[in-house]
């Protein structure tokens, strides 16, 4: 049996968003910015797949903008909304993607901007108070939330956040890749200014996904050299991409609840097995299905020599999943989230992601795999 529990990293492309792309690629091949036949035939396609996309979202087409992905959409927020309004402090937590805590740190370093942290406890909540006391002391921030954890699961209040960043006048940005298709957002109510998605976290392709940008927050172009995206994002469109980004969030939004009660179920059950058949076993961050992406779990194991080898041994016995551990020493490339919330780095971790195509049958598998390797190696 061949077991995959890595869809947080990437998930498998569905087979009708796979037929909605080859329709295209088959007979759609004119370049979007021609004004022939051709051309205007794509066009439509761009921007209908737009309008699916902002009707899901409760917002207007005029606010998303396709980009390659959720790294690339990150960057641009944060460039362009600090350096377009001119702000000069941001705050983020250290539990944040790489996209986002590089970008900000990279700022820092140039002096563009000052870089505060939120506090976070040690199951990766964010301290509010703390939030607040930021915003109050810093004039006009950027803020760069995310909506859940990566790693973790465990979810930022972004409504909450949303209302604070409005009192003090802050920019709001979310990395909400790892909840779009998977949560509702409603953004004709959410006090975001930014948000981004990135197509292969919902069964969709990979190479494409898109920035929302509040009407209310002008920025520069992304990329320059063509009128693309309204002038924001020059190059040639990726048509085929855009087209499953679409069918993808749409199948994703007409089957959620019924998906994401299978998915809760499979990680509910995943965790009393593994606490029936592992001594020692914990986990890492909130598993409180109210406070957690129901489709991450972050287990971490009992001390072990060659922690290091439990991913690969996995992997040997046929299941695919990520993880590490914690940092121990300024020299470790550890998981820089574990370490942000105090996780002894003696213990591994392995982070288990499911999908709408996760079976019991491969949750009981992978437990006795689990329950193998930690009997030989503890």
């Given at each position: 049996?061949?077991?995959?529990?890595?869809?947080?990293?990437?998930?498998?492309?569905?087979?009708?968003?796979?037929?909605?792309?080859?329709?295209?690629?088959?007979?759609?091949?004119?370049?979007?910015?021609?004004?022939?036949?051709?051309?205007?035939?794509?066009?439509?396609?761009?921007?209908?797949?737009?309008?699916?996309?902002?009707?899901?979202?409760?917002?207007?087409?005029?606010?998303?903008?396709?980009?390659?992905?959720?790294?690339?959409?990150?960057?641009?927020?944060?460039?362009?909304?600090?350096?377009?309004?001119?702000?000069?402090?941001?705050?983020?937590?250290?539990?944040?993607?790489?996209?986002?805590?590089?970008?900000?740190?990279?700022?820092?370093?140039?002096?563009?901007?000052?870089?505060?942290?939120?506090?976070?406890?040690?199951?990766?909540?964010?301290?509010?108070?703390?939030?607040?006391?930021?915003?109050?002391?810093?004039?006009?921030?950027?803020?760069?939330?995310?909506?859940?954890?990566?790693?973790?699961?465990?979810?930022?209040?972004?409504?909450?956040?949303?209302?604070?960043?409005?009192?003090?006048?802050?920019?709001?940005?979310?990395?909400?890749?790892?909840?779009?298709?998977?949560?509702?957002?409603?953004?004709?109510?959410?006090?975001?200014?930014?948000?981004?998605?990135?197509?292969?976290?919902?069964?969709?392709?990979?190479?494409?996904?898109?920035?929302?940008?509040?009407?209310?927050v002008k920025i520069n172009p992304m990329i320059y050299g063509g009128s693309?995206?309204?002038?924001?994002?020059?190059?040639?469109?990726?048509?085929?991409?855009?087209?499953?980004?679409?069918?993808?969030?749409?199948?994703?939004?007409?089957?959620?609840?019924?998906?994401?009660?299978?998915?809760?179920?499979?990680?509910?059950?995943?965790?009393?097995?593994?606490?029936?058949?592992?001594?020692?076993?914990?986990?890492?961050?909130?598993?409180?299905?109210?406070?957690?992406?129901?489709?991450?779990l972050n287990v971490s194991f009992p001390e072990m020599e060659m922690a290091?080898?439990?991913?690969?041994?996995?992997?040997?016995?046929?299941?695919?999943?990520?993880?590490?551990?914690?940092?121990?020493?300024?020299?470790?490339?550890?998981?820089?989230?574990?370490?942000?919330?105090?996780?002894?780095?003696?213990?591994?971790?392995?982070?288990?992601?499911?999908?709408?195509?996760?079976?019991?049958?491969?949750?009981?598998?992978?437990?006795?795999?689990?329950?193998?390797?930690?009997?030989?190696?503890?």
């Amino acid at each position: 049996m061949r077991v995959y529990f890595d869809n947080a990293a990437t998930t498998a492309l569905d087979p009708e968003v796979l037929k909605e792309m080859y329709k295209v690629m088959e007979s759609q091949f004119g370049n979007p910015s021609s004004i022939h036949s051709h051309g205007r035939e794509v066009r439509t396609l761009i921007e209908r797949s737009r309008k699916t996309i902002a009707n899901l979202l409760h917002t207007s087409p005029a606010e998303i903008f396709f980009t390659s992905g959720g790294t690339e959409a990150d960057n641009t927020a944060i460039r362009c909304g600090i350096v377009d309004h001119k702000l000069t402090h941001a705050i983020t937590t250290k539990l944040e993607h790489h996209a986002v805590v590089h970008t900000l740190q990279a700022m820092e370093k140039a002096g563009v901007i000052k870089l505060s942290y939120a506090d976070v406890d040690n199951k990766g909540n964010v301290d509010y108070d703390h939030l607040e006391t930021l915003l109050k002391n810093n004039e006009r921030s950027f803020v760069s939330l995310m909506h859940a954890n990566n790693e973790l699961g465990t979810l930022t209040d972004i409504e909450r956040v949303g209302e604070l960043c409005d009192a003090y006048s802050a920019l709001y940005h979310s990395d909400t890749v790892q909840t779009v298709g998977h949560y509702k957002h409603d953004l004709s109510k959410l006090k975001l200014h930014f948000m981004v998605c990135a197509a292969h976290k919902l069964h969709g392709p990979k190479g494409v996904g898109f920035l929302h940008i509040n009407h209310k927050v002008k920025i520069n172009p992304m990329i320059y050299g063509g009128s693309q995206e309204r002038n924001m994002r020059g190059g040639t469109e990726n048509v085929y991409g855009i087209a499953g980004l679409a069918k993808a969030l749409e199948m994703a939004y007409a089957d959620m609840d019924a998906h994401q009660t299978q998915i809760q179920g499979l990680k509910s059950y995943m965790k009393a097995q593994l606490e029936q058949n592992i001594p020692g076993v914990e986990f890492n961050g909130e598993t409180d299905p109210a406070k957690s992406l129901y489709t991450v779990l972050n287990v971490s194991f009992p001390e072990m020599e060659m922690a290091d080898m439990l991913l690969f041994n996995l992997d040997i016995a046929g299941i695919s999943a990520s993880g590490g551990s914690a940092c121990s020493s300024g020299t470790d490339i550890g998981s820089h989230v574990l370490t942000a919330i105090g996780a002894n780095p003696d213990r591994p971790s392995v982070r288990f992601s499911f999908s709408k195509y996760n079976t019991k049958d491969e949750v009981d598998f992978t437990v006795s795999k689990l329950k193998e390797l930690c009997a030989v190696v503890i």
